[in-house]
């Protein structure tokens, strides 16, 4: 199984932008598709969006669609989420997680390998 650290966190104003990191090891990562998932206080987790192991076809929740970008370099191992206009509900713990099969269904049961998780926050 492929292991994955997130980073790029970390507290911005409202409207500000974030670039948030996925660096994979210990498997072929090319193989795998990644998503990024993210779940706030009190709230269930929510699939924002997936890229497939090539990096060429991305599929993306409804919300928040126009403001996120996913992108992917395999030869870094790194799959990246950049976030724009960021608003304070943005706020949560962003996850990525890798998925040997079914990257594509935004269900969490369908990624085998999760980070730890790095922390967004937007307020000013």
């Known amino acids: 199984q492929v292991q994955l650290v997130e980073s790029g966190g970390g507290l911005v104003q409202p409207g500000g932008s974030l670039t948030l990191s996925c660096v994979a090891s210990?498997?072929?990562?090319?193989?795998?598709?990644v998503g990024w998932f993210r779940q706030a206080p009190g709230k269930e987790r929510e699939f924002i969006g997936a890229t497939d192991p090539s990096g060429s076809t991305k599929y993306t929740a409804a919300s928040p669609r126009s403001r996120f970008t996913i992108s992917r370099d395999n030869a870094k191992n790194t799959v990246y989420l950049q976030m724009n206009d960021l608003k304070p509900e943005d706020t949560a713990v962003y996850y990525c997680a890798a998925s040997g099969g079914r990257y594509w269904t935004g269900r969490s049961a369908d990624f085998g390998s999760w980070g730890q998780g790095t922390q967004v926050t937007v307020s000013s």
């Open positions: 210990g498997g072929t990562f090319s193989n795998y598709g």
